[in-house]
Nanobody
Framework: QLQLVESGGGLVQPGGSLRLSCIVSGGSLDTYAVGWFRQSPGKEREAVVCIGTFGDRTNYADSAKGRFTISKNNARKTVSLQLNSLKPEDFAMYYC????????????????????WGQGTQVTVSA
């Protein structure tokens, strides 16, 4: 059973940056894809980006392309999400999640595919 713990959220001004981290325990990241999702008050949860088992393939939602970057360190069991050029509409609770995936396969942006979830970290973008 995987456990995931997010950190790194906070308050930032528009145009600023944050780096979110997801630390995984209870299993090897070598066989899991990890995704980041977010949810704003009153809105449905949406996918941000995911990364495959060995970090060789990524899949970005349109809202994240060009501003956010995901990276994965299996040895350290950590997945990071660099958020740049933040906008007020990026305000949300950010969650990391994981699911088993074969190597070289493209990861899914469907939250239903992910059985393991963290508790989330809040990102607030405001002047």
């Amino acid at each position: 059973q995987l456990q995931l713990v997010e950190s790194g959220g906070g308050l930032v001004q528009p145009g600023g940056s944050l780096r979110l981290s997801c630390i995984v325990s209870g299993g090897s990241l070598d066989t899991y894809a990890v995704g980041w999702f977010r949810q704003s008050p009153g809105k449905e949860r949406e996918a941000v980006v995911c990364i495959g088992t060995f970090g060789d393939r990524t899949n970005y939602a349109d809202s994240a392309k060009g501003r956010f970057t995901i990276s994965k360190n299996n040895a350290r069991k950590t997945v990071s999400l660099q958020l740049n050029s933040l906008k007020p509409e990026d305000f949300a609770m950010y969650y990391c999640a994981a699911y088993p995936l074969g190597s070289l396969k493209l990861c899914s942006l469907k939250d239903d595919d992910y059985p393991f979830w963290g508790q989330g970290t809040q990102v607030t973008v405001s002047a």
